[in-house]
């Protein structure tokens, strides 16, 4: 790295001692309720560094059907449930929330009854802090009964009188501390049955003190194992006695009037009840509960502490520590104290470090577990064996991995960028031989969307949803791979025998989708790209996103992306136009999208680097200027004081990163962070045991140097003793040389982090005065491959062939855009067709081009069709499964099993009613519907299918087809339901789809509404 003022500088003592050690960050810099309102989807309560316990307030109860209940808390409640031992930190997905404990105040008899064990309570007497939480709980609201159909004993209590719970926590163990009212009887009630649906379960009373019980349960991960043992600090008097069919489920337990608080230990384990037992002992051993939140305050102050700031406001402060305690929550330990845990196979494995859970992938690849490179070098090696662990269990590296469970959720395979950044670093302290096997595996498996990359060189919209995104991401992951490769100095037939020459060609996959008429990623489909496109639109071609919001994800290439945007001032358009851009979006809702400005969406990851782009081409003030911006209106120190989801620390990483003035856009591609805002006046990094990485604001004495070290060479050194001034300008020729002094840097190498020193700026944020401005930086990526999006040239990539649909009546224009050989086949047969002039068709016919050794032909499948029908749709359809619009059930496209290729149109709620004008009195042989079925989507094939046929419109003879196939089946499939031979006249056809109802008593959705998807009306007429 070269440019800048690197000095050393020790700011640790040689004991590791912290210059600011006094400060309690735990307690009173970080704020847990940031991100439990809005749509943060955050919890309040307790945990130590990534511990395996977050114990903490639960105020809903309904994780599938309520977006911001996922985390079990949300700061607009006024009612608790109980208290649960396992949280998920801001995802969009619910889960968790394990072993629901609930103090209770008075008579027994409501073990089974929701309505008396909740309880109301107030804000006011909240406290939160890292690893500890408070509040009073009021006594339960006058209700219904909640969740019973047995009215239980109502609890006596005295007006005004509440139970003070106090929650905090260790690594594997959440202590309880519940004060009674004086006089009352103090119960406890465990509830496994809470939010997730069980799978299987178990409750014992070991002694008088202890229970011991396992709760298996189903939910995002499909099967998730959790053990517990729970220790009471004095003897259960009495139990609840629970209905037959509730024995197992819950369980009350009564001490009577107590003098002293009751203490509540409860170790947990994926592993077995022991493995809990032996957890719970290890790390509490005592009844001690300020003792143990003392040792969590110091694990979080130990942690906070490894990045010190100074100046800024309050506030910022708050957020900024906070954002860091968010960071360090997840992934969590996942192995018991004697090294077992619970592998993806669901065996009971040892391992000879640290297991993690919870990888949101997707997310935290960006910015998180760049942050760990910085400062957990160590837990970073931890990441990656528990990745290989995976690997050799399964088969494949881990996309989104929860308690031992892979829950495909989201896209990409990034636990690859996750280990090339690590080993760019130099942290490798794991097979990395095994590490890029492992790799090699996620990218080249059996999976409908990696096979179409590897064939063609992207995935089409006809090949799976979401394809637009799965290509980019794809692309990025591959070339992370070769990367990664190329470090390790592999003999080149080995690489060659690994595919690692396909991946290096699937690393430039974006350039395929690439449209430089718009400037934008575009969905393909039929060869060419999907039509009416609007960069506004959400839509399945997407993830959680639009095509702004994707239009700049090209980590491995940026340089490559600035070319096809006609260079840097086309480049700096592109971003001007998406930051200042309307923020309405058209479209399918998407609640994911939030924190907007323009259409850059700080609420969900794809954005996320898209302000340090302006530094690649030499604009960094704007970069400035925009994370200024962002840091100011889309964090706060509130309970909404987030945009969006906090994703399990990357919404928190991106503002840590940010706030020191670095940020990582191309992690396992470049080791460089772009530089942007450092908030603060100083912040000190620790870098090791002793040493530290500060980053400096002030009017500095060597920015003033730097300005006037043309001028200083000018005179005369030679008869006079050298200035201070003078000897500062020779060791910044000394260290960058005299060509660099005017270099204002953009980036910063994360080895110049390592090694320690101190980085500065002045007051306006700028690295050194700047008196020219560089046309482009040396960003990452390559220039590699064909076209260079002027316009005018052939367009880059894989070549498109336009038509202004996939049918057709009379004659249909097309054109073969781009570069490569075009032939048609039809039935005349095959014969080449120009490229880059249009040519038309008037029969069915197939159009390839061949344009890469490395790919197949573009191709493309013409149809004509009989222009003589027409179609009445008197049921609306949703628009964003609108598929061909008003004639997508005639048009002859037909869709796959994934509802959101784009094919199907999707009806909710109502029946289906349309009738076909087959042109002219035909005979017809049979009528059918192709329908499809998802439940899980809650898409359900319709009850029954009514076909009519008329010759005049007026008089109509039917026949009813009754679905026949089960609506619990979990995969989806398609199916075509037909009348039997009919050997009628007809020139009309209606048909009339029954909606199958709302979803049933068994499913996730019940009571909700459900779709009916078709994609054509079949007709076989002579």
Same mark, same amino acid.
């Given at each position: 790295?070269?440019?800048?003022?690197?000095?050393?500088?020790?700011? !640790?003592?040689? /004991?590791?001692?912290?210059?600011?050690?006094?400060?309690?960050?735990?307690?009173?810099?970080?704020?847990?309720?940031?991100?439990?309102?809005?749509?943060?989807?955050?919890?309040?309560?307790?945990?130590?560094?990534?511990?395996?316990?977050?114990?903490?307030?639960?105020?809903?109860?309904?994780?599938?059907?309520?977006?911001?209940?996922?985390?079990?808390?949300?700061?607009? &409640?006024?009612?608790?449930?109980?208290?649960?031992?396992?949280?998920?930190?801001?995802?969009?997905?619910?889960?968790?929330?394990?072993?629901?404990?609930?103090?209770?105040?008075?008579?027994?008899?409501?073990?089974? =009854?929701?309505?008396?064990?909740?309880?109301?309570?107030?804000?006011?007497?909240?406290?939160?802090?890292?690893?500890?939480?408070?509040?009073?709980?009021?006594?339960?609201?006058?209700?219904?009964?909640?969740?019973?159909?047995?009215?239980?004993?109502?609890?006596?209590?005295?007006?005004?009188?509440?139970?003070?719970?106090?929650?905090?926590?260790?690594?594997?163990?959440?202590?309880?501390?519940?004060? !009674?009212?004086?006089?009352? /009887?103090?119960?406890?009630?465990? &509830?496994?049955?809470?939010? *997730?649906?069980?799978?299987?379960?178990?409750?014992?009373?070991?002694?008088?003190?202890?229970?011991?019980?396992?709760?298996?349960?189903?939910?995002?991960?499909?099967?998730?194992?959790?053990?517990?043992?729970?220790? @009471?600090?004095?003897?259960?008097?009495?139990?609840?006695?629970?209905?037959?069919?509730?024995?197992?489920?819950?369980?009350?337990?009564? @001490?009577?009037?107590?003098?002293?608080?009751?203490?509540?230990?409860?170790?947990?384990?994926?592993?077995?009840?022991?493995?809990?037992?032996?957890?719970?002992?290890?790390?509490?051993?005592?009844?001690?509960?300020?003792?143990?939140?003392? $040792?969590?305050?110091?694990?979080?102050?130990?942690?906070?502490?490894?990045?010190?700031?100074? %100046?800024?406001?309050?506030?910022?402060?708050?957020?900024?520590?906070?954002?860091?305690?968010?960071?360090?929550?997840?992934?969590?330990?996942?192995?018991?104290? *004697?090294?077992?845990?619970?592998?993806?196979?669901?065996?009971?494995?040892?391992?000879?470090?640290?297991?993690?859970?919870? !990888?949101?992938?997707?997310?935290?690849?960006?910015?998180?577990?760049?942050?760990?490179?910085?400062?957990?070098?160590?837990?970073?090696? #931890?990441?990656?064996?528990?990745? +290989?662990?995976?690997?050799?269990?399964?088969?494949?590296?881990?996309?989104?991995?929860?308690?031992?469970?892979?829950?495909?959720?989201?896209?990409?395979?990034?636990?690859?960028?996750?280990?090339?950044?690590?080993?760019?670093?130099?942290?490798?302290?794991?097979? &990395?031989?095994?590490?890029?096997?492992?790799?090699?595996?996620?990218?080249?498996?059996?999976?409908?969307?990696?096979?179409?990359?590897?064939?063609?060189?992207?995935?089409?919209?006809?090949?799976?949803?979401?394809?637009?995104?799965?290509?980019?991401?794809?692309?990025?992951?591959?070339?992370?791979?070769?990367?990664?490769?190329?470090?390790?100095?592999?003999?080149?037939?080995?690489?060659?025998?690994?595919?690692?020459?396909?991946? =290096?060609?699937?690393?430039?996959?974006?350039?395929? +989708?690439?449209?430089?008429?718009?400037?934008? @990623?575009?969905?393909?489909?039929?060869?060419?790209?999907?039509?009416?496109?609007?960069?506004?639109?959400?839509?399945?071609?997407?993830?959680?996103?639009?095509?702004?919001?994707?239009?700049?994800?090209?980590?491995?290439?940026?340089?490559?992306?600035?070319?096809?945007?006609?260079?840097?001032?086309?480049?700096?358009?592109?971003?001007?136009?998406?930051?200042?851009?309307?923020?309405?979006?058209?479209?399918?809702?998407? /609640? #994911?999208?939030?924190? +907007?400005?323009?259409?850059?969406?700080?609420?969900?990851?794809?954005?996320?680097?898209?302000?340090?782009?302006?530094?690649?081409?030499?604009?960094?003030?704007?970069?400035?200027?925009?994370?200024?911006?962002?840091?100011?209106?889309?964090?706060?120190?509130?309970?909404?004081?987030?945009?969006?989801?906090?994703?399990?620390?990357?919404?928190?990483?991106?503002?840590?990163?940010?706030?020191? %003035?670095?940020?990582?856009?191309?992690?396992?591609?470049?080791?460089?962070?772009?530089?942007?805002?450092? +908030?603060?006046?100083?912040?000190?990094?620790?870098?090791?045991?002793?040493?530290?990485?500060?980053?400096?604001?002030?009017?500095?004495?060597?920015?003033?140097?730097?300005?006037?070290?043309? $001028?200083?060479?000018?005179? =005369?050194?030679?008869?006079?003793?050298?200035?201070?001034?003078?000897?500062?300008?020779?060791?910044?020729?000394?260290?960058?040389?005299?060509?660099?002094?005017?270099?204002?840097?953009?980036?910063?190498?994360?080895?110049?982090?390592?090694?320690?020193?101190?980085?500065?700026? =002045?007051? *306006?944020?700028?690295?050194?005065?700047?008196?020219?401005?560089?046309?482009?930086?040396?960003?990452?990526?390559?220039?590699?491959?064909?076209?260079?999006?002027?316009?005018?040239?052939?367009?880059?990539?894989?070549?498109?062939?336009?038509?202004?649909?996939?049918?057709?009546?009379?004659?249909?224009?097309?054109?073969?855009?781009?570069?490569?050989?075009?032939?048609?086949?039809?039935?005349?047969?095959?014969?080449?067709?120009?490229?880059?002039?249009?040519?038309?068709?008037? /029969?069915?016919?197939?159009?390839?081009?061949?344009?890469?050794?490395? !790919?197949?032909?573009?191709?493309?499948? @013409?149809?004509?069709?009989?222009?003589?029908?027409?179609?009445?749709?008197?049921?609306?359809?949703?628009?964003?499964?609108?598929?061909?619009? *008003?004639?997508?059930?005639?048009?002859?496209?037909?869709?796959?099993?994934?509802?959101?290729?784009?094919?199907? $149109?999707?009806?909710?709620?109502?029946?289906?009613?349309?009738?076909?004008?087959?042109?002219?009195?035909?005979?017809?042989?049979?009528?059918?519907?192709?329908?499809?079925?998802?439940?899980?989507?809650?898409?359900?094939?319709?009850?029954?299918?009514?076909?009519?046929?008329?010759?005049?419109?007026?008089?109509?003879?039917?026949?009813?087809?009754?679905?026949?196939?089960?609506?619990?089946?979990?995969?989806?499939?398609? $199916?075509?339901?037909?009348?039997?031979?009919?050997?009628?006249?007809?020139?009309?056809?209606?048909?009339?789809?029954?909606?199958?109802?709302?979803?049933?008593?068994?499913?996730?959705?019940?009571?909700?509404?459900?779709?009916?998807?078709?994609?054509?009306?079949?007709?076989?007429?002579?």
């Amino acid at each position: 790295m070269r440019g800048f003022l690197l000095t050393s500088s020790l700011l !640790f003592s040689s /004991a590791g001692v912290l210059v600011h050690a006094q400060v309690n960050y735990a307690k009173d810099l970080v704020n847990p309720f940031i991100g439990t309102g809005g749509h943060g989807h955050t919890f309040p309560g307790a945990c130590v560094p990534n511990g395996l316990v977050q114990l903490s307030p639960d105020t809903r109860t309904d994780g599938y059907n309520d977006w911001d209940g996922c985390g079990g808390y949300h700061y607009s &409640d006024s009612i608790i449930y109980g208290f649960s031992h396992t949280h998920l930190s801001g995802t969009g997905v619910a889960d968790l929330c394990d072993v629901l404990l609930t103090p209770v105040a008075g008579s027994g008899g409501m073990a089974f =009854d929701g309505a008396a064990t909740r309880s109301r309570f107030s804000h006011a007497s909240e406290v939160a802090s890292a690893g500890y939480y408070k509040v009073d709980l009021l006594g339960p609201p006058p209700s219904p009964v909640y969740r019973s159909s047995v009215q239980a004993a109502r609890p006596t209590r005295i007006e005004g009188s509440s139970i003070r719970a106090e929650l905090t926590a260790t690594a594997r163990v959440g202590v309880h501390r519940y004060t !009674f009212p004086k006089g009352q /009887a103090a119960r406890i009630v465990l &509830d496994l049955s809470h939010r *997730d649906n069980l799978l299987g379960r178990s409750i014992q009373k070991v002694s008088e003190t202890e229970v011991v019980g396992e709760r298996r349960s189903s939910s995002w991960a499909k099967d998730q194992r959790l053990f517990f043992c729970i220790r @009471f600090s004095s003897p259960i008097q009495n139990e609840d006695v629970l209905p037959s069919n509730l024995v197992g489920l819950g369980a009350g337990y009564g @001490f009577g009037a107590l003098e002293q608080p009751l203490i509540v230990k409860v170790g947990i384990s994926a592993v077995s009840i022991d493995g809990a037992r032996a957890n719970l002992e290890a790390e509490v051993p005592h009844w001690d509960f300020d003792l143990v939140r003392k $040792q969590a305050e110091d694990s979080w102050n130990k942690k906070l502490s490894k990045i010190q700031v100074d %100046g800024g406001i309050r506030e910022q402060q708050r957020i900024f520590y906070t954002a860091l305690y968010h960071s360090y929550v997840a992934p969590y330990i996942f192995n018991d104290v *004697d090294g077992h845990y619970r592998g993806m196979d669901g065996q009971v494995r040892h391992a000879d470090h640290n297991v993690y859970t919870v !990888f949101s992938l997707w997310d935290t690849f960006r910015a998180l577990h760049p942050l760990m490179t910085i400062l957990e070098p160590e837990m970073t090696n #931890d990441f990656i064996n528990t990745f +290989l662990l995976h690997y050799q269990q399964s088969g494949r590296l881990p996309v989104w991995e929860l308690w031992g469970n892979e829950t495909d959720c989201m896209i990409g395979y990034h636990s690859v960028s996750v280990i090339a950044d690590a080993h760019a670093k130099g942290i490798r302290d794991y097979d &990395d031989v095994l590490a890029l096997k492992a790799m090699l595996a996620s990218a080249t498996r059996d999976e409908p969307g990696l096979k179409a990359l590897s064939d063609k060189g992207y995935i089409s919209s006809e090949d799976q949803s979401e394809s637009v995104s799965k290509t980019l991401e794809y692309a990025y992951n591959d070339r992370c791979i070769v990367s990664m490769a190329s470090e390790m100095n592999i003999p080149e037939d080995t690489l060659h025998t690994w595919k690692l020459d396909l991946l =290096d060609h699937r690393g430039r996959a974006f350039e395929n +989708l690439f449209d430089p008429t718009t400037g934008f @990623f575009r969905a393909r489909r039929n060869g060419g790209f999907v039509p009416s496109f609007d960069p506004y639109e959400v839509n399945f071609n997407y993830t959680e996103a639009n095509a702004w919001q994707y239009s700049l994800f090209a980590p491995q290439a940026f340089k490559r992306l600035i070319e096809l945007h006609s260079g840097p001032s086309g480049f700096e358009r592109h971003l001007d136009s998406l930051f200042s851009a309307s923020s309405t979006t058209s479209g399918r809702e998407q /609640a #994911d999208i939030t924190g +907007l400005i323009g259409q850059y969406a700080h609420g969900n990851e794809p954005s996320h680097h898209m302000a340090y782009l302006y530094n690649l081409i030499g604009k960094p003030k704007k970069t400035r200027a925009l994370v200024k911006r962002i840091m100011g209106e889309q964090y706060h120190d509130a309970p909404d004081g987030l945009s969006g989801n906090e994703d399990c620390g990357q919404m928190s990483a991106w503002y840590v990163m940010s706030a020191l %003035g670095l940020y990582p856009v191309s992690p396992g591609i470049s080791t460089e962070y772009q530089l942007g805002y450092p +908030l603060f006046g100083e912040a000190r990094i620790a870098v090791g045991d002793s040493s530290a990485f500060t980053i400096d604001v002030r009017d500095s004495t060597w920015v003033r140097i730097r300005e006037t070290a043309a $001028q200083l060479e000018s005179k =005369d050194k030679k008869k006079r003793p050298k200035t201070k001034r003078e000897e500062q300008v020779e060791r910044i020729d000394e260290l960058f040389g005299k060509n660099e002094r005017h270099h204002t840097p953009t980036t910063l190498d994360h080895a110049d982090i390592r090694k320690g020193g101190r980085f500065e700026f =002045d007051v *306006d944020r700028v690295p050194q005065r700047m008196p020219y401005v560089p046309e482009i930086s040396s960003g990452p990526g390559d220039s590699a491959g064909p076209g260079n999006g002027v316009p005018g040239s052939p367009r880059p990539g894989a070549p498109v062939i336009v038509a202004s649909a996939s049918t057709f009546t009379d004659t249909l224009l097309v054109a073969a855009e781009g570069k490569g050989t075009c032939t048609i086949e039809d039935q005349l047969g095959q014969r080449v067709c120009p490229m880059n002039k249009p040519f038309a068709l008037m /029969a069915t016919a197939r159009i390839d081009v061949t344009w890469s050794e490395a !790919f197949e032909p573009v191709t493309a499948q @013409f149809t004509k069709i009989d222009g003589s029908r027409t179609i009445k749709l008197e049921s609306p359809y949703a628009n964003q499964y609108a598929a061909g619009g *008003d004639n997508a059930l005639i048009d002859g496209l037909r869709g796959g099993t994934d509802f959101r290729t784009g094919e199907w $149109q999707g009806f909710r709620e109502h029946d289906v009613l349309a009738t076909l004008d087959l042109g002219s009195v035909k005979k017809l042989q049979r009528a059918g519907l192709s329908v499809l079925q998802d439940q899980n989507s809650w898409i359900f094939y319709p009850a029954e299918v009514t076909f009519a046929w008329s010759t005049n419109g007026r008089t109509w003879s039917s026949t009813t087809v009754a679905n026949e196939v089960d609506r619990r089946n979990d995969l989806a499939e398609k $199916q075509e339901l037909w009348t039997p031979l009919l050997g009628k006249k007809s020139r009309y056809v209606k048909v009339i789809a029954k909606n199958a109802g709302v979803c049933p008593d068994w499913h996730k959705g019940k009571g909700g509404t459900t779709w009916i998807f078709a994609d054509e009306i079949l007709i076989e007429a002579e």
